[in-house]
């Protein structure tokens, strides 16, 4: 695994600050190594990041199975064939963004889809209401999206799906299942889930006042252009 570093800007006349971006090329029997140095995979390459995981064992013996609708039912599919649902994955997506406030990124992050992929999908009477992605490696997994279109509250999906898919990576033998990166407010309740830990730089903690802190900061720094 080779780290290397991305130089985008700096000062030195008045201010001594270095700002850049830290990336690893990564061979797919390192990416365990990978994933346990806090980087994750975008694209071609990885990047390093404050990362969040889930110690399944942990999660298995202490989280409580969310209240939601009977009705819904989850379905697996894979990267190709979600590829081909791209009209009926949009709306949800765009009404995840919507809820939230986010901005839609270009490219749009869904173009990422790799072809073998896992692609939970989440129907309520037979209407989709939302779907989950998942990058799984050899021991680990990455949940790198999840959305659904809120449009009833009370299904409390997002948590429903989490304890859902984190079972079913237990049934598989997953040791670690990753969720992406994190800051800002919209991550600051990975910090509630049962065996969370999150990467400060230079190890794994599960210290949540710390991490809290961490996202308070990002909360706080305002960006002005």
């Known amino acids: ?100 406030g986010y901005t839609m990124l270009e490219p749009n992050p869904l173009e990422d889809i790799g072809h073998a992929d896992t692609v939970w999908l989440y129907r309520l009477k037979n209407d989709l209401i939302g779907f989950s992605i998942w990058t799984t490696y050899i021991n680990s997994l990455d949940n790198w999206q999840m959305a659904w279109n809120y449009a009833d509250f009370k299904l409390q999906l997002g948590k429903y799906s989490l304890w859902h898919e984190i079972h079913h990576a237990h049934e598989l033998g997953y040791e670690w299942f990753y969720l992406g990166a994190s800051y800002d407010k919209s991550c600051k309740w990975k910090a509630s889930i049962p065996g969370f830990e999150w990467w400060t730089g230079s190890g794994w903690s599960d210290d949540k006042d710390a991490y809290n802190s961490a996202i308070q900061k990002d909360i706080d720094f305002k960006i002005t252009f």
């Open 1 to 100: 695994m080779k780290i290397w570093y991305e130089h985008l800007f700096g000062k030195l006349d008045q201010q001594d600050i270095q700002f850049m971006k830290v990336w690893a090329d990564v061979h797919p029997q390192e990416s365990d190594e990978a994933l346990a140095q806090g980087f994750i995979q975008l694209e071609d390459a990885w990047q390093q990041v404050r990362a969040v995981r889930i110690n399944i064992d942990r999660f298995i013996k202490k989280a409580k199975k969310p209240k939601t609708d009977p009705d819904i039912i989850a379905e697996k599919i894979y990267g190709l064939e979600a590829k081909l649902m791209m009209p009926q994955l949009m709306p949800i997506y765009e009404a995840y963004l919507d809820h939230h």
